[in-house]
């Protein structure tokens, strides 16, 4: 007569730790040219590219030569990308193609102070528009599930696709072509996290993140200074200022002024870091200043940490009976934002030698895990035979088909796994 093994149970709490500094989708998006040098690990990198550079004959598209010679340079390779498309760059030739320059778009110039000289098009010209309009298209049929890419700013309109022309106004694009331009976007990327610069009215959706341009010190009203059209307030008036908990925020710090939001303002920092919902910081970073002091270097990893989410694990119970395990899950987003994609989260069975012996998919979204507690439980139909193994969690990211987020606790952390505990079966 078969003995059954007795059924088995644990529940471990596990220590909290800091917050791992390189988890994916979070952080620093910072340039990512040749020749850039990080203070702290980056884990995304950004690009601006130019229409003229990406379609230079009408249907003829260079994806694959800018991912051969962008993507995969020094400071990109192996990291999540985040990219800007742009039509006018200020002090850089323009992004327009030539052969719509020769259709007879209108290119007008501009010399503004603290701008810089360029030639803006007219956007709303349809010899412009229609085929801009059919390469965002072709642009997210490229990138639209494509898991290297993280987040796609909107760009396209506007100096550096920034949707502005200020002070020249009378530069810029129509609503309508505002409009066309961002139900473009949301057809061409539905499985991307979009980000616009400003709540236009045709920008004010559900569905999107926004790109704060000059953080912090635009940001906010703070100690009572501040002005209407700070980045909040206008996300407030449109009504959009809690679309952090379905799209990211990002920003990029003010250009070149990284140590002193890292020292003497380093208080409106940590304010309108949290104040904002922040997940990411690029494409100007303080991590790409090479002088940075221990101090500011430590502010710096705080901001990391608290960026986005930071999953911290406060209870694992585990119930072995008969063939099935029962898992139960508590822990808590010490973030200020969610994850904003459906990644899997997976238990495992690890073998002494680290080698996985089996995995199983959890049936939970993570991208509701808001700020705050959260919990899950699965069971587990175990697959393999008698013998010492560890339980482990983990959360796979698509593009590398592997486990890569770590959790803030003091746990072993093996090839993307986060151990748990010991289970002899």
């Not at 990512?32 to 003829?60: G, H, K, Q, T």
């Not at 939001?261 to 997940?279: F, N």
Request: charged share 25%; net charge neutral; hydrophobic share 40%.
């Amino acid at each position: 007569m078969l003995q059954r093994r007795p059924v088995q149970s644990r529940t471990i709490r596990p220590a909290p730790a800091d917050g791992a500094l390189n988890n994916p989708l979070k952080g620093w998006a910072a340039y990512s040219e040749e020749w850039n040098r990080y203070a702290l690990p980056a884990r995304m990198a950004y690009f601006y590219v130019s229409w003229r550079e990406l379609e230079p004959e009408r249907d003829r598209y260079r994806f694959a030569e800018w991912e051969a010679s962008r993507w995969e340079n020094a400071s990109a390779r192996g990291k999540h990308i985040v990219f800007r498309l742009y039509l006018d760059y200020p002090n850089l030739p323009t992004g327009v193609p030539q052969w719509v320059v020769d259709s007879g778009v209108a290119m007008r110039p501009y010399d503004i102070a603290d701008i810089g000289r360029g030639l803006a098009p007219d956007y709303d010209d349809p010899r412009l528009l229609n085929p801009l309009l059919e390469f965002i298209a072709a642009f997210g049929e490229r990138y639209n599930r494509n898991p290297r890419v993280a987040f796609v700013a909107l760009g396209t309109l506007g100096f550096w696709g920034e949707w502005h022309t200020w002070p020249r106004t009378e530069l810029f694009a129509s609503e309508a072509t505002q409009r066309a331009v961002v139900q473009a976007y949301r057809r061409a990327f539905p499985n991307k996290i979009l980000l616009a610069r400003y709540p236009y009215p045709a920008t004010s959706e559900p569905w999107l993140g926004y790109h704060d341009d000059m953080f912090p010190e635009d940001t906010d009203y703070y100690e009572g200074q501040g002005y209407e059209w700070y980045f909040l307030p206008q996300l407030r008036k449109a009504g959009r200022e809690n679309n952090w908990k379905v799209a990211a925020i990002g920003a990029e710090t003010v250009p070149n002024q990284g140590k002193k939001y890292l020292s003497t303002e380093w208080a409106k920092t940590r304010t309108m870091l949290e104040r904002v919902h922040l997940t990411w910081v690029g494409p100007y970073c303080p991590i790409l200043e090479t002088n940075l002091s221990e101090t500011e270097l430590q502010n710096a990893r705080w901001m990391v940490r608290r960026m986005g989410y930071q999953y911290r694990l406060t209870q694992v119970t585990w119930r072995l009976g008969g063939r099935t395990l029962s898992v139960e899950i508590q822990g808590t987003n010490e973030g200020v934002a969610p994850f904003y994609y459906p990644w899997a989260v997976e238990v495992a069975l690890l073998r002494p030698d680290d080698s996985v012996a089996q995995t199983h998919r959890v049936d939970v979204d993570i991208t509701r895990w808001l700020p705050g507690e959260f919990r899950f439980s699965t069971q587990m139909p175990v697959q393999v035979g008698s013998g010492r193994y560890r339980l482990a969690l983990g959360i796979r990211d698509p593009w590398r088909n592997t486990p890569d987020i770590q959790f803030a606790n003091a746990l072993p952390y093996v090839q993307g796994w986060n151990v748990a505990d010991n289970i002899v079966l």
